[in-house]
Every structure is written in C-alpha cells, then in structure tokens.
C-alpha cells in the first residue's frame, strides 16, 4: 500500500511541477466557478451536507428516505460538480484562442 501511495504523491508532485501557465489558470476557472455555483446551489455548506445526507439515503433502511428529494440532492451535486469540472475544460481549450500572447498553443 505504501507503494501505491508514493507513486500517487510523485503523479500529483510532477503534475504541479510541470504544469503551465494555461494548466493552472483553466485549474482557477474551475475552482471560481465552483465556489460561485456552490453559492448559488447550496448557499453555505450547512446546506451541502444536508444535499449529501439526502442523498446518500437507501430506501429500504431508512424510515425518513423520500425518493423526490434523494434524486434532487444527488442531481444538484452531479450538476454542479459537472458545470465546474466542464468549466476547466472549455477554459483550457478557450483560453489560447481568447488570449494568444499569453496563452501559447
């Protein structure tokens, strides 16, 4: 287990070192629009883990479980966590086209 665990920190360790100028900044498109859908989805983090307890509920073992409310919570996850990581992408591939000087292809 040790192994695999070095070998995760070494990938994490040469991605931060490697990365570019377009890297880090589609990284901080995302983490932006993260933190601006998070406001507007969740509203503070009280709000958040109340979403993760409904949906993470099972049906059969709990007496309180409502189906409506189970797939909302998990859809707004998935949809938020969707919008920020699509966020970096389009940011990464954007970004040169918008920017040329700074952003090189």
Do not use: N
């Not at 009280?46 to 073992?61: C, L, Q, R, T, Y």
């Not at 969707?82 to 090189?104: E, N, R, T």
């Amino acid at each position: 287990m040790l192994k695999s665990d070095l070998e995760f920190f070494k990938i994490i360790y040469h991605f931060f070192a490697d990365g570019t100028r377009l890297t880090y900044a589609a990284m901080g498109v995302a983490v932006f629009v993260a933190c601006l859908y998070f406001g507007i989805f969740f509203s503070d983090f009280s709000g958040f883990e109340e979403d993760v307890d409904k949906a993470e509920k099972i049906p059969i073992v709990d007496p309180d479980y409502d189906y409506v409310e189970s797939k909302w919570s998990s859809g707004k996850i998935t949809i938020w966590i969707l919008l920020s990581v699509g966020s970096g992408i389009l940011a990464y591939h954007q970004l040169p086209d918008w920017f040329p000087q700074i952003f090189k292809k």
